[in-house]
């Protein structure tokens, strides 16, 4: 028997064929149990609330500190302070000469090394 005859017997008896439209969309709760009518003992709740806003307070504080901090920080913006220093586009010339001063400290230390680990042997 195909649906569409199927479908015709079971409505020529008075059976559903579509049981989205017999469950409603909410929460199911077992026969016996009082359903919850608003919220549930609610001093606890404010209770929570004001200790939770009272812990929420300074970090947002701060938190609009920072905010402001960075919208004026938005409306000041320069290329010096979009590019950090030791970046190759901050200044071709400046990051060369930092990039040799680093080169040399690094060389200086390994003949430091060098030398303590001869003297260790």
């Known amino acids: 028997m195909d649906y569409f005859t199927a479908k015709k017997f079971l409505g020529m008896y008075g059976i ?47 938190f609009a500190q920072l905010y402001q901090q960075m919208a004026a920080g938005l409306l000041n913006m320069s290329l010096d302070k979009l590019i950090p220093p030791g970046h190759p586009m901050y200044s071709k010339e400046n990051s060369i000469t930092l990039l040799k001063d680093e080169k040399q400290k690094i060389l200086k230390e390994n003949l430091e090394l060098k030398k303590k680990l001869e003297n260790k042997k």
């Not at 001093?43 to 300074?58: G, I, N, R």
């Open 16 to 62: 559903p064929t579509d049981f989205s439209t017999l469950a409603p969309d909410s929460i199911r709760y077992p026969p016996g149990v009082s359903i919850p009518k608003g919220l549930v003992n609610t001093p606890k709740l404010k209770e929570k609330m004001s200790v939770d806003s009272a812990a929420l307070t300074p970090k947002l504080e701060n």
